[in-house]
């Protein structure tokens, strides 16, 4: 073999290791930012039930108040 058949094979040996570990590195990154959004998601969905449950107390206290009169 020639060096230049060698230095090839060497390049395209490091070429393939590289992209399929920044791949790799990709699909876990991707998977870290999927459980955040989750993480996010479930925030915002508890957000909407403790709002709901204000609004509703805000209500109870109203129609207390207005009995009271």
Do not use: C
Not at 20 to 36: A, D, M, P, W
Not at 43 to 57: D, G, P, S
């Amino acid at each position: 073999m020639t060096a230049e058949i060698v230095v090839a094979l060497f390049s395209l040996i490091g070429t393939a290791l590289g992209t399929f570990g920044g791949i790799k590195l990709t699909n876990y990154r991707i998977e870290q930012l999927e459980k955040k959004v989750d993480k996010h998601n479930n925030l915002i969905e508890r957000t909407a039930v403790i709002e709901n449950i204000i609004k509703v107390q805000g209500h109870r206290i109203d129609d207390l108040e207005h009995q009271s009169q």
